[in-house]
């Protein structure tokens, strides 16, 4: 009889490596002289403090030990807040305060809906009735999954649909008939889900906070207003192209290894037959459920409801689950805590390097290197920085940080306010590279389907093709569309 020797594994090398650059590249940054002041075309200078640096500091070992997965990605969110106190680069009560911000509550109650519909069975029933019209062709079920989830973005915010949409793709990917185990089909399910949630939020102010601040935040600059339909108008052909661009994607990219289910219709209408009627949570969960999307879409042309601040609206929702005994205290404990830390982390060092100061100097830096530029190659950096700024923080502070500066020069390139505007929503509502870039991307990680090493090697090709899109509505769509992208002369 012979033992069987339990084979240790090695000493991880790579991962050491990378732990080891994101300390480096903090400390490096943190204890290097002061770095010159970014100027502004008006002559403002804007310095780089001590607590600004160390801020870029905590962002480039964030960056580095959440692509590289040194740690847990809600570890490496405590070192965040760990860090910032211990540096004195912002007092513990702030740095730490944000990691409860409405935002982050905002995706716990999110998940929480999702966690309700798969312990009460609807997810798996409309999963099956999915199935039953998109057929057994994989391609077709990418394209279902996609259409599905940039229609409900419409009506309601996009971390709520990815955490109710999450749920269906597992009992989907359950009949693909490889268990649990990683396939080309799971990471294009669950990626394209989340990228997808990016591309139909864009489309109206109901989709993400981001479109309604950025507008607000626009008119106190310029004193113009944007509308509920003028944002679908111009950005409707632009996210369902892209919707529709991603399905071709992803079957290039992440193509499925089989063409077919064999039997899957019949299998989901017997599941689906199997389940019987509605039972009393299931209607119970709907109800409850719909009655908060309806108020949260309501809010956008009731004012009396704008009052009432969303997170608090969805987490009553959370309150009414445990009221009603849908959930119990033992439910708590599937709660994906790791992806709610990395959201907790994401805003704390999203507003450091917004109180720091740090992000203002990295923008100003950034756009001034283009002010002597055509208009269009303006419009594109803007975008671009954007883009890879909401990467990091929110994607409200990519913005903010960015359309003051842009405006400025803007004028001087003859580039109309509108067009930046626009550019810069469409390429804030989908952060491929991170999954601190949104909520999806996080809630998509959870399938396990994937590392956040290769959700950002896909993100790069993904990103490369938004910006080719951007940049193509730019210059030839928006101003067929009647958008002003040039100053009248």
């Known amino acids: 009889m012979t033992a069987e020797v339990a084979t240790k594994p ?11 650059l994101g300390i480096a590249l903090f400390a490096i940054v943190y204890y290097c002289p002061a770095w010159p002041d970014a100027v502004d075309p008006g002559g403002q200078h804007f310095v780089l403090s001590k607590e600004a640096k160390g801020a870029i500091g905590v962002f480039l070992l964030a960056g580095t030990w959440w692509v590289f997965e040194v740690v847990p990605i809600g570890v490496t969110s405590l070192a965040i807040g760990v860090l910032q106190a211990m540096f004195f680069i ?32 609807l997810t798996k029933r409309l999963a099956y009735k999915m199935l039953m019209v998109v057929g057994e062709k994989t391609s077709r079920i990418y394209l279902g999954v996609f259409v599905v989830t940039a229609l409900l973005t419409h009506i309601m915010a996009h971390t709520a649909v990815a955490a109710t949409v999450y749920p269906l793709l597992l009992a989907i990917y359950s009949l693909y008939g490889e268990g649990d185990k990683p396939t080309k089909f799971g990471k294009g399910l669950f990626i394209g889900m989340a990228f997808v949630a990016g591309a139909g939020s864009i489309v109206t102010l109901l989709g993400a906070a981001r479109g309604a601040v ?65 039972s009393r949570d299931e209607k119970l969960a709907a109800v409850l459920v719909g009655g908060v ?12 409801l704008k009052a009432i601040d969303k997170t608090s609206i969805i987490l009553l929702s959370s309150i009414s689950f445990f009221v009603f005994k849908i959930l119990d205290i ?42 002597d530029s055509s208009g269009f190659v303006f419009i594109m950096s803007i975008a671009f920085f954007v883009m890879m700024m909401t990467n990091f923080i929110m994607n409200v502070a990519a913005i903010a940080i960015s359309l003051p500066v842009a405006l400025v020069i803007a004028p001087y390139l003859g580039v109309a306010p509108e067009v930046i505007l ?47 899109v951007t940049g193509i509505f730019v210059k030839f769509i928006w101003p067929i569309m009647g958008m002003p992208v040039t100053l009248p002369g």
């Open 293 to 304: 999307i309806l108020v949260m879409s309501l809010r956008s042309f009731i004012p009396e």
């Open 422 to 468: 626009f550019a810069a929503l469409v390429v804030a509502g989908m952060p491929f590279l991170l999954l601190v870039g949104a909520a999806p991307n996080a809630i998509a990680y959870d399938s396990k389907q994937f590392t956040t090493g290769e959700f950002f090697m896909y993100g790069i090709p993904a990103s490369i093709l938004l910006m080719i």
């Open 90 to 121: 912002r007092p513990p009560k702030v740095a730490f305060k944000d990691f409860m911000d409405p935002s982050v509550l905002f995706i716990f109650a999110s998940i929480m809906i999702g966690l309700v519909f798969t312990k009460t069975g």
């Open 214 to 278: 950025a507008i607000g935040f626009y008119n106190q600059i310029l004193g113009k207003d944007i509308t509920f339909f003028e944002l679908t108008y111009y950005m409707a052909p632009i996210g369902w192209a892209m919707v529709f661009l991603l399905w071709g994607f992803f079957m290039i990219f992440l193509k499925p290894e089989k063409d077919v289910i064999p039997g899957l219709r019949e299998k989901a209408r017997e599941l689906n037959k199997q389940m019987g009627p509605l």
């Open 330 to 371: 033992n439910d708590l404990e599937d709660i994906p805590w790791n992806i709610i830390l990395l959201f907790a982390g994401a805003m704390s060092i999203g507003f450091c390097l917004w109180d720091t100061g740090a992000a203002k100097w990295m923008a100003v830096n950034w756009l001034v290197l283009f002010q």
């Open 10 to 20: 090695g000493f991880d090398f790579k991962r050491l490596f990378f732990m080891l």
